[in-house]
């Protein structure tokens, strides 16, 4: 199930007043794929048969074909990998290149290096012609162009992706709807319900915002 992005607009509406629609609805997509990017809270997993695909040179690197379980969203990471059943600690980065530097770090047992090439494409190096299934925990984002999400965005998430919204409509220099001393409460309430979301993630889905959450960092949450 999904719920349209108006949603979230008509909550945002009434305290950025007359800001019109299309700036309105940016900023309203803005905050809810900041908040996915950074949360995690949208997860998916899924294992797809590579027995037929010959790792390409450098780092043995193989593209997996995403595109059948992520229509309508963007990858944003790999959380958990296993390849034919044994488990890889994922790390982000692109190598594929010349460059020979990254050999040595690239055949960590307990390593597998991604990169993520675009919403249908996941590359994976270090694969070795007899890997056969791989199966990834990936978070997931809404595309940019999006007009309804999933539903748990809206009802788990919406007090966030609202907050965010106006944090980022109220702090517009210069417009009629402008209020920095708001748009910096708004922000604060943003940050908050991220470091919560993600605690959450980290935590294997218990915990929630029912409960006291000091505020803290995790990653690019500041």
């Known amino acids: 199930m999904a719920t349209n992005v108006s ?47 010959t790792p390409a040179t450098p ?7 995403v595109s059948t379980y992520t229509s309508g969203v963007r990858p944003c990471s790999i959380h958990e990998i296993m390849v034919d059943s044994v488990r890889y600690t994922p790390r982000a980065r692109n190598i594929l290149t010349d460059v020979t530097y990254f050999t040595s770090q690239n055949s960590l047992d307990t390593w597998k290096f991604f990169h993520i090439v ?10 070795s012609s007899d890997d056969g299934v791989i199966w990834f925990n990936m978070a ?6 999006a007009t309804s999400v999933d539903d748990v965005l809206f009802e788990d998430h919406s007090e966030a992706i609202v907050a ?5 409509l109220l702090s517009m220099p210069g417009k009629e709807w402008t209020d920095l001393e708001n ?12 470091s919560a979301a993600k ?19 995790f990653g690019e949450i500041d």
């Open 7 to 53: 949603e979230f607009k008509n909550l945002v509406a009434v305290d950025v007043m007359p800001c019109p629609d299309p700036i309105m609805n940016r900023e309203v997509v803005s905050a809810i794929l900041e908040f996915c990017q950074k949360t995690s809270v949208l997860l998916i997993d899924f294992e797809i048969d590579i027995s037929d695909e």
């Open 59 to 65: 780092q043995d690197s193989v593209d997996v074909d």
């Open 118 to 127: 675009d919403e249908d494409t996941v590359r994976v190096f270090d694969m």
């Open 140 to 145: 997931v984002k809404p595309l940019r162009t």
């Open 164 to 168: 965010g919204a106006k944090w980022k």
């Open 183 to 194: 748009a910096l409460i708004y922000r604060q309430k943003f940050k908050k319900y991220m």
């Open 199 to 217: 605690a959450r993630v980290l935590k294997g889905g218990s915990g929630g915002y029912g409960e006291s959450v000091e505020y803290k960092s």
